[in-house]
């Protein structure tokens, strides 16, 4: 197929452009797909990157405090500046430092900050006895409150053999 703008290269970029419901289809050669792009100004391509780094923009996470020039990871340090441009963190312990900024973009994006998705089979059933663990702790919290000590007690036995079982 020949480009639609030029008529002499071959076209390898398929542009659509949708304005008031009316869809337009080019298929440009890769030096009119770029004059376009200027053209229309469409600004960075969009990419995982470019997409946190909008969402880690102004306004859209807790700011860092006025008192520290530079917010800093201690171990591979990465800048606050570099973190909201790039969305991107250097190492592990960008985790912990990060942590503040990384809470509320990680809600936004999945709607919680727990992992609800799919576990690996292999550890499968560790991860079930820890959330099953998690649920009697709650339980015997509840038990504890309300001065149901017998079932407390019960519970925290059933704890102690499901933590056995772990280990």
């Keep these: 197929m020949i480009c639609e703008r030029c008529k002499q290269q071959p076209a390898s970029v398929h542009y659509t452009e949708v304005i008031n419901n009316q869809k337009r289809q080019m298929y440009l050669c890769p030096a009119c797909a770029e004059e376009a792009h200027k053209a229309f100004d469409l600004g960075a391509p969009l990419n995982l990157h470019n997409l946190l780094a909008g969402l880690m923009g102004p306004g859209n996470v807790k700011e860092v405090p006025e008192n520290e020039a530079e917010f800093l990871c201690e171990t591979c340090g990465l800048s606050d ?15 912990q430092y990060f942590g503040e900024r990384l809470e509320p973009l990680l809600r936004r994006i999945h709607g919680s ?3 609800t998705g799919k576990v690996p ?3 499968r059933n560790k991860y ?22 017998e079932r ?16």
């Design 121 to 123: 089979q292999r550890s």
């Design 128 to 149: 079930l006895l820890i959330q099953e663990v998690d649920r009697l702790r709650a339980q015997m919290r509840e038990a504890v409150e309300k001065e149901e000590f």
């Design 113 to 115: 900050t727990r992992h």
């Design 152 to 167: 407390a007690a019960a519970l925290r036995d059933a704890i102690r053999d499901l933590q056995q079982r772990l280990a």
């Design 81 to 95: 500046a570099a973190f909201g441009k790039y969305g991107l963190l250097g190492c592990g312990g960008c985790y």
